[in-house]
C-alpha cells in the first residue's frame, strides 16, 4: 500500500461514499490495492501519488478522455480562456459557436441549452420534455443518472434498476409522491414497451434510451420505439453521453438511423472538461422558456472552448475511426487469449466500449484476481476498456500480452481451485454497496 490507498482510508472517514463518482471507488475494482488518486497524467498513461506509472487500459475518465489525457492543442486552447477570464457577468461568444456546430453535426435538432455535467444534461432534458408535453411519466432503457427522475422508479419497485446496468441502487432521499412516475423497459423488448405504453400513453412524456450500448437492436426494434413516440406525442430523448462521438462525429443515433426530439451530450466531448449539451427540435426545447433552468456555472467559458477544439480535434484526426479499430483489436485479442488459455468469457459492446464477463461461478473473483495481476504489469485494468485516440497500436500490443498472461494465471486458479486465495485484499464489489 502506497500513500494513494493511505489517502483513500482518510477519504472515507469524511466523505461519504469515499469519492464523489461510484465508478471511481477502489472497490470497484481492487480493494485496499488501486492507486485511489493521481498526480499527473499524460496521453494513455497515468502517475500514482507514489510516482508509479500505468497506462490507463480501463475508463480513461470514465469516458470522457476521448483524445488522451493533457492534450495539449485542447489545454492550450483552455489555458488561453483563462488567461482572458473563464467567467464574468457576460456571456462565453464560445457557446454560440458551439451551439450552432452541435445542430449542424445534427440537422434535425434547431435548438441547444448547455450544462455541465451529463446527469444534470439528463434532468433538463427531462424537465423540457415534461413541460413541452404537459405530461409526467417517463420511460427509459438503461442507466441515465442519479436524479429523482430516474432512482423514482425503484420507490414503487426496489428492484425495478437492477437490470438496468447497475443494481443496488435505494430511492433513499427521493419523494415517495414521484412514485409510478418513471418505468424501465429492457433493451430490444418490444412488447414489454408497449405494454407500457398501452397503459401509459395519455400520461407520458418521454422515452428515454441509449442509440446503442452492450449489444445490437433488433430488426424492426427502433421502429417500433420511433412508431409509438411519434403516435402519442412523446418525446423520444436519446442518451449519448456514452455512446456519443465515438462511432461517428456527432450522436451515435446518426448511425443507426434513429431520429430523436432530443439527444444529451457530455463525457467525450470535451475531452475532460465539465461541458454537456441538450439538443432537439424547436417545439420541445422552446418549452425550455416556460420552466425556470438557469445556473451560473453553464456560463463559464471553459467547457465550450474545449468542446469546440476537442470536435476539431476528432474531425482533423479522424478519431473515431481509430477508437474502433484499436477496439476491434481489444475485443479480437480477448478472444484469442481466451481461446489459447481456456479461460471462458463473452466479449460484447462497440469496439470503443469493449468490455468482457467471465462465465465463471466467481466472475466477482476473478475480475479481481484479473484487475491485480495487470496491476503488477503496469496497467490500469479491469473487465472493459475505453479506447482513446492515445492508445498506439504498441500500447494494445503490450496491453494483450499482459492480458494473455493474466488469463493464464486466472485457468489456472480456476483448475486449482484457488482463485480467492491469490487475491492480496477483498473481491471487488459489484452494483452499489454502502461504505461502511
Partial sequence: MGKSQELYIQAKKIIPGGTQLLSKRPEQFLPDYWPAYYQKAKGCKVWDLDGR????????????????????????????????????????????????????????????????????????????????TGKDIVLFCGYHGWHDWYIAANLSNDSALDGQLLPGLKPAGVPRHLADTSFPFGFNDKKQFQQLTTKYKN???????????????????????????????????????????????????????????????????????????????????????????????????????????????????????????????????????AKKTGLSIRIGSIYPLSHFEFLHEQPLALKTLFTQEMLDRGFLATTSFYCSYAHTEEVIKQYLNAVEETFLILKQSIDQGNTSHLLRGAVCQSGFKRLN
Avoid at 454560440?96 to 441547444?112: C, F, R, S, Y
Avoid at 456519443?244 to 466531448?269: C, E, Q, S, T
Avoid at 470535451?270 to 445556473?295: C, L, R
Wanted: with cysteine; glycine share 8%.
Fill in 53 to 132: 506509472e500505468y497506462v490507463d487500459a480501463s475508463y480513461m475518465g470514465i469516458g470522457a478522455n476521448i483524445i488522451g489525457y493533457a492534450d495539449d492543442d485542447i489545454d492550450n486552447a483552455v489555458k488561453k480562456v483563462i488567461d482572458a477570464a473563464n467567467m464574468t457577468t457576460l456571456n462565453p461568444p464560445e457557446e454560440v459557436d458551439l451551439a450552432k456546430l452541435l445542430i449542424n453535426l445534427h440537422p434535425w435538432a434547431e435548438m441547444v441549452r448547455f450544462t455541465r455535467s451529463g446527469g444534470e444534461a439528463m434532468m433538463v432534458a427531462i424537465r423540457i420534455a415534461r413541460a413541452a
Fill in 203 to 337: 400520461q407520458i412524456a418521454a422515452v428515454v434510451m441509449e442509440p446503442i450500448r452492450n449489444i445490437d437492436p433488433e430488426e424492426g426494434f427502433w421502429e417500433c420505439i420511433q412508431s409509438e413516440t411519434a403516435k402519442h406525442g412523446i418525446a423520444l430523448i436519446i442518451d449519448e453521453i456514452t455512446a456519443g462521438w465515438r462511432l461517428n462525429l456527432g450522436g451515435a443515433h446518426l448511425v443507426y438511423g434513429i431520429k430523436p426530439d432530443i439527444a444529451v451530450f457530455a463525457k467525450g466531448m470535451s475531452n475532460g472538461y465539465p461541458m454537456a449539451a441538450v439538443i432537439g427540435k424547436k417545439n420541445f426545447m422552446d418549452a425550455a422558456q416556460d420552466s425556470f433552468i438557469s445556473s451560473t456555472y453553464w456560463t463559464e467559458r471553459i467547457g465550450p472552448t474545449a468542446a469546440l477544439s476537442t470536435v476539431q480535434k476528432m474531425k482533423l484526426l479522424n478519431v473515431q475511426d481509430h477508437l474502433i479499430k484499436m477496439g476491434k483489436l481489444i475485443q479480437d485479442g480477448w478472444n484469442e487469449s
